[in-house]
């Protein structure tokens, strides 16, 4: 077995045969993601700019979300101005309630329980498949069917008492989850689906778009997705009335009338202004060229680990297009102790790299949470590692 | 006494010999309020793009910080994403926690209401003053000598039993509320105060800039405002350790790390994005001349409704500076009916006028929490009328 260094080393020389060398030195560093911006960002946002619409009111708001709809497939798309906020609404209009419990993902980004939480809901996390990077629905049936059972077509939990109102599959780094397995589980449990896609803007399965198997799914232009607005987010659904409720509740749920001020519910200041939404309508139209870039970058670096047995480079399923938005190596099982020895090399010769994160049910404000037994997403903490994915190492 | 026509004629003569005549069949219109981008907007956003920070992290996010702390004297600012998560964040760190009420004006927008609730508080509605346009100390304080009880330093709703844990002066339409009278207050029921500042940016009080007088303050700078960054807010507080808070609270309370991600507390996605901030450094620059140039314009207000004696022209206080952002008619008592009649026939002429908002303590989602006798509110709700106030009538 190599030692730390080693395998460090060999994994730097992989990832420099891809990006080219990196000099620290001169200051010079792979980050993780970069946005680029190669199409017509500056004449759009110039154009918000000019027409003085820049806020929530404007032609670009309206556009993106109807580019996002063709894109998608989804039938209705909300412009918001972040995943977390497309998460927040999205997970309200599952019927998500105070004391509620709502099954999320452990190996995920902490918006996803922070949205929960905003709710007064309770995350209650579960574990994920090695295959898929996110949640196992063999599993998590197993373990349903142990500790819930079924009374007047709720999900009681057993031991706590709390209903479970919703399953949130996440489509981890843009490879998607397994959602026959559980659309199942929420149909058998009575359990609403909802769709972090906040990673898999371009991920499909059998053709069909992340985000829009869910009664509702939630997307993020973030600076570090697949296309950004500077901050953004979206909320995707196929249903008519959901999509009024999620348009009227993100911006603060005011009746229309030329002048009068009249809100009916406690609404929300989540529309995504004019000047993003400018930007984003620009990012959009280079998304399938992002996409292909993207691949490309996921077959060098495959090639490039191809002579590093310890490691595999994390590819997209048969029957399912990833995004690649981050790539991924997964150290084999016997040198998983070496992850942050990687992570300390690659840093210091300006290599961005980063582990997954931090399992959510052992952060502080969610130790506390239910969750079922987590040995694979424990076992995936420990030897995940993205590589840098900026589009721009393409050039 | 006019009939409601004959006013509502005299009013648009006096707008239009201010504004210029409106031709609404050629589809002009005179908006409320426009902003005006005549500095290095267009600059600092193309170096936002260029330099590829766009979102949550980059330098005009720290730079829009320190120029706005630089310009209201506030110690510390924390850039967001809107007004509202100013308020939300802000109520947050002021102490106010589920099921304890909120004094907050009933005449202002529905957003410093819906702040309190997405943290379970209670909005407590109280009056206004004719003279401030905000909170009458004096009835307030005669309001709650009679209704509440002061146990172990906690102000107590006699009515209710929840403890009142804040006092939030808004300063309507940038007129700032009689601050002396509300801090001495706040001193003396043990409350905490916040300020809404949301409109008020470039208001101050002998000097002292609104929104530096309380515990903390939110500014806004939605597309709406004197200043914009598209969708903005800020969080102004001279206290360092509320400051570290809220600027932990708004990005996602991330421990520092160069890759780990661990998070101490449920945080939110608030940080404004660095193009919005961008264009807030440019805004900034030029708030010294569009202070100048709404003040003219209120001059010119003042000059043409001279000969409208059924109406006055908001006007600052003695010893404060207003930064009379929106523009405002007081009709006078015995034609308060006449409102509607006014803005209806302003309105078929393209100017944009409009009332004050709708009571919050009248709307649907806050009709059952408490509220003081709302004489003066309800009278001013039905007097007040803001006329189109963008700088560029000014040009």
Redesign the interface.
């Known amino acids: 077995m190599p030692t730390s260094a080693s395998l460090a080393n060999r994994v730097i020389k992989a990832i420099e045969s891809v990006t080219g060398q990196c000099d620290p030195a001169a200051h010079q560093q792979y980050p993780l993601h ?4 190669a199409g017509n ?2 004449n759009y ?2 154009d918000s ?2 027409s ?6 404007g032609p670009y708001v309206n556009k993106f979300e109807q580019m996002l709809a063709d894109y998608t497939g989804a039938k209705h798309v909300i412009a918001v ?5 497309a998460l927040h609404i999205s997970f309200m209009l599952a019927g998500v309630s105070r004391d509620e419990e709502i099954l999320l993902p452990s190996l995920t ?3 996803t329980a ?1 949205a929960a ?2 709710l ?1 809901a309770i995350p209650h996390f579960v574990d994920c498949d090695e295959r898929t990077l996110g949640i196992d629905p063999q599993a998590l049936r197993t373990y349903l069917k142990k500790c819930t059972e079924i009374r007047a077509k709720q999900c009681i939990n057993k031991n706590t008492g709390h209903v479970i109102r919703a399953l949130v599959p996440m489509h981890t780094f843009g490879h998607p989850a397994d959602i026959d397995g559980l659309m199942a589980i929420a149909h058998d449990f009575h359990l609403n689906l909802v769709e972090d896609a906040a990673e898999s803007l371009g991920s499909s399965i059998s053709g069909r778009h992340t985000g829009t198997f869910g009664l509702l799914g939630a997307l993020s232009f ?3 997705k697949i296309i ?1 607005t ?2 953004g987010g979206a909320i995707l659904t196929n249903d008519a009335e959901l999509a009024t409720r999620a348009k009227h509740l993100t911006t ?3 009746l229309p009338h ?12 989540y ?6 939404a400018a ?1 984003g309508c620009a990012q959009l139209e280079q998304l399938d060229n992002m996409l292909a870039l993207k691949r490309r970058l996921f077959e060098r670096y495959q090639r490039a680990f191809a002579g590093v047995p310890e490691v595999t480079v994390v590819q997209e399923r048969v029957g399912c297009t990833s995004n690649y938005w981050l790539q991924t190596l997964l150290l084999n099982k016997t040198n998983s102790h070496k992850r942050d020895a990687i ?1 300390a090399a690659t ?1 210091e010769k300006g290599i ?7 399992l959510i049910h052992t ?3 969610y130790r506390h949470c239910p969750h079922m037994p987590m040995e694979v997403a424990k076992m995936l903490e420990r030897r995940l590692i993205n590589l840098p994915s900026s589009v721009k190492l393409m050039k």
Chains 1, 2 share one sequence.
């Open positions: 970069e946005p680029q911006f960002e500056w946002v110039k700019l000019d003085t619409f820049v806020s929530s009111v101005t972040n995943g977390t906020a980004f902490v918006a922070n939480s905003y007064g973030n600076g570090n950004t500077g901050g603060t749920a005011k030329p002048w009068k001020y009249e809100h009916d519910q406690i609404g929300f200041n529309r995504m202004p004019n000047i993003n930007l992570l840093h961005l790299a980063r582990p997954a994160w931090q952060l502080a404000p």
